[in-house]
């Protein structure tokens, strides 16, 4: 890992335990554009997925948030990759998202993360 500083870039040392820690979580961040109309029902289908999540196995945080514009933003963290990986696999998850799709303006726009430090959570 790599700090600028001054004008150039060093080397971070991190302790072996800081290291795992920092790299072993896995976030999702992202937006979500629903068809014009359809929030309140796009409201119900992002709840049930929450209630899916909630099965599956490494999912620590799983939300959804609602702008004024209707626009739904998510945070997920996973506890590593390979919860990441199986994430939405579940026959939970699976009916759940049945709905996503129809109340969708466009793709959602996801960006799969780190975490580097939070208040509030254990990375």
């Not at 820690?21 to 709840?47: P, R, W, Y």
């Not at 899916?52 to 739904?72: K, L, M, N, Q, V």
């Not at 996973?78 to 009916?95: F, N």
Request: charged share 25%.
């Amino acid at each position: 890992m790599l700090c600028s500083r001054g004008g150039g870039t060093r080397p971070i040392r991190m302790g072996r335990f800081a290291r795992e820690n920092a790299m072993s979580k896995v976030s999702m961040i992202g937006s979500i554009t629903c068809q014009d109309g359809k929030a309140d029902e796009m409201e119900v289908v992002l709840t049930a997925m929450v209630d899916a999540a909630r099965e599956e196995p490494g999912c620590e945080i799983y939300s959804y948030h609602r702008s004024e514009d209707d626009t739904f933003w998510f945070f997920a963290l996973m506890t590593d990759e390979e919860a990441m990986q199986s994430h939405g696999k579940s026959e939970a998850m699976k009916a759940a998202m049945q709905d996503f799709g129809p109340q969708m303006a466009e793709p959602p726009k996801v960006s799969v993360t780190r975490p580097v430090a939070a208040i509030g959570l254990d990375l």
